[in-house]
């Protein structure tokens, strides 16, 4: 079914405003873009600080609606909403319906982490690469949460983890994937050997996504799924918090306190340049604290002091 879609530019500041109006006429969806996306005016929003939304300076605010809406019937409705507002701008087309997240996943290769861990679409076939004995493949939906392996940052742990098997670290390991999005650590963790994992994330949306694919690989036995509030308090050998830097920061005790005495850690979601901050922070508590770069991301990784 085709949809009627408004699209407008305007501010930062009077962008709740015209969400509000757009709400109140029966919008089905508003969505925001930086308005200077393709100009070098453009504005990166890569780290907000805990409890901040930040937005561009100037918007384009897109709002959909069911295909027969009359548009000079939802102008009049809006400006009648909120007069104060400056619709003028406002722009009408009409838009075919698709599945959004469908298309994602079609477009989603499967790619290789390491030596043997592979992550693939579950409809899609398993590269012949991966079809050996020793291979570690994770059949996933990214359409549920974020973590596919398309970013940096969740390809530092993957290759990580894979490192850890590679030397006979993981296996009949108990691991904590702290930050789970998708389970991708934990079920890459459990696909290289380990025995039981752990996902941790304050997203319930995020929890749900790692349960559907730990079933949907078949470990839904040896993977569980908490809130940071239910979260048993115990220490596992391997643990890895792919969050933000911040993140990271605030929860260095915690954190530290999961990982058993001899045990490895690896921290994820760090832009380049706020490493050393971190390997300062952690050294009180561990030791072979190492930082490894993709692109603009880092991981840290190292041991737990006996």
């Known amino acids: 079914m085709p949809y009627l879609e408004l699209t407008l530019r305007c501010s930062e500041a009077a962008q709740p405003r015209y969400e509000n109006a757009l709400e109140d006429v029966g919008a089905l969806s508003v969505t925001l873009l930086d308005a200077d996306a393709d100009t070098s005016n453009e504005q990166a ?11 561009w300076e100037a918007l384009v605010l897109t709002a959909l609606f069911p295909h027969d809406a009359e548009p000079l019937l939802l102008l009049a409705a809006v400006e009648a909403f909120d007069p104060e507002l400056d ?28 030596r043997r861990t592979f992550i693939v679409p579950w409809n899609q076939q398993v590269p012949e690469a991966a079809q ?35 030397a006979g670290m993981l296996g009949g390991a108990r691991v904590l994937d702290f930050g789970c999005g998708s389970g991708i650590l ?28 730990a079933q949907r690989n078949a470990v839904d036995g040896q993977l569980q799924v908490f809130l940071p509030q239910d979260e048993p308090v115990t220490t596992y050998p391997v643990v890895v918090a792919n969050i933000l830097a911040t993140a990271l920061d605030a929860l260095a005790p915690t954190l530290a306190s999961r990982v058993a005495p001899g045990g490895c850690i690896a921290l994820s979601g760090i832009l380049h ?8 922070r952690y ?24």
């Open 45 to 55: 929003i890569l780290e907000p600080g805990v409890g901040e939304t930040p937005l």
């Open 87 to 114: 619709w003028s701008s406002a722009s009408f087309r009409t838009v075919e319906d698709q599945d959004w997240e469908r298309a994602w996943i079609d477009q989603f290769q499967p790619m290789q982490f390491g």
């Open 132 to 166: 050996t004995d020793d291979a570690a493949v994770v059949r996933l939906d990214p359409g549920l949460a974020f973590g596919s392996g398309t970013h940096p940052t969740t390809a530092l742990c993957l290759r990580w983890l894979d490192g850890l098997a590679d």
């Open 186 to 213: 934990a079920l890459a963790a459990l696909k290289l050997g380990a025995a039981q994992a752990i996902g941790v994330d304050n997203d319930p949306q995020a929890l749900t996504a790692t349960a559907d694919n």
């Open 273 to 280: 340049g706020q490493e050393q901050e971190l390997l300062q």
């Open 283 to 306: 050294a009180e508590w561990f030791e072979e604290l190492r930082a490894e770069q993709d692109g603009d991301w880092m991981r840290i990784d190292g041991r737990r002091r006996v």
